[in-house]
């Protein structure tokens, strides 16, 4: 079993549908996180959750939808997509928030989403 | 604010040949600074880390890297490259001020036989 989880690992949806993207981390961290990325950018920080609580939310449309039902496992709920979503959406997690800078952050795979 | 650059988007070499990757950093304090390794689908590994102390750090695969205070740089190294490097490499900021980590744009790494 490895670290991070992500499922499914390749998801394509017209700009109606609502699908979500989940993320299991069997490491029992305490943080867990949501980044976007796409070519040619940075990794952009989405969502933090620290202890099922969201503690970070960087100006992400409402169309993305965070959920953390428990400190193992984060969803990301998507409805009404652009185009410009299209990216890999990397999850990954921390022994505890707090220490992003100075910790180790272990990624998932990814999944690569396409909006028609 | 805390910034990462990567000068180069892509970079080949020749199995067996010496690799660097340039990475430069803008940071008020003092930094923590990562290189991550992306595989072809794959998420992100850690390669190696600086916090304080020896400026060369090791790390996994062979990687080492040298922190430069005096250039703002972070170069990751590796002195014969195998075709199993073949990847994408990010450099990292720790932004302890706002407990952010900042990434770079990466440099993908080609190896050829």
């Known amino acids: 079993e490895t670290g991070v989880t992500q499922t499914p690992r390749h998801l394509v949806m017209g700009m109606t549908n609502k699908k979500s993207l989940k993320c299991e981390q069997h490491?029992?961290?305490?943080?867990m996180y949501w980044y976007k990325q796409s070519a040619k950018k940075p990794l952009e920080l989405m969502f933090v959750y620290s202890l099922e609580e969201r503690v970070e939310n960087n100006s992400v449309p409402s169309r993305f939808s965070p959920e953390c039902p428990n400190s193992s496992h984060l969803f990301l709920h998507l409805h009404t997509l652009q185009p410009e979503d299209s990216a890999l959406y990397l999850c990954?997690?921390?022994?505890?928030?707090?220490?992003?800078?100075?910790?180790?952050?272990?990624f998932g795979e990814g999944s690569r989403l396409t909006v028609l | 604010a805390q910034s990462v650059t990567q000068p180069d988007i892509h970079i080949t070499v020749s199995e067996g040949a010496s690799l660097e990757l340039r990475c430069n950093y803008s940071?008020?304090?003092?930094?923590?600074l990562f290189w991550y390794v992306q595989s072809p689908g794959q998420g992100l590994q850690l390669l190696l880390k600086y916090f304080s102390g020896d400026t060369l750090v090791q790390g996994i695969k062979g990687f080492e890297a040298e922190f430069k205070r005096s250039q703002s740089s972070f170069n990751l190294r590796k002195p014969s490259v195998h075709w199993s490097d073949a990847a994408e490499y990010f450099c990292?900021?720790?932004?302890?001020?706002?407990?952010?980590?900042?990434f770079g744009t990466g440099t993908r790494l080609q190896v050829f036989p």
């Open positions: 990292a900021v720790g932004a302890i001020d706002t407990d952010k980590l900042i």
């Open positions: 940071y008020g304090a003092t930094p923590y």
């Open positions: 990954a997690s921390s022994q505890d928030f707090g220490r992003v800078a100075t910790g180790e952050l272990f």
């Open positions: 490491l029992g961290h305490n943080a």
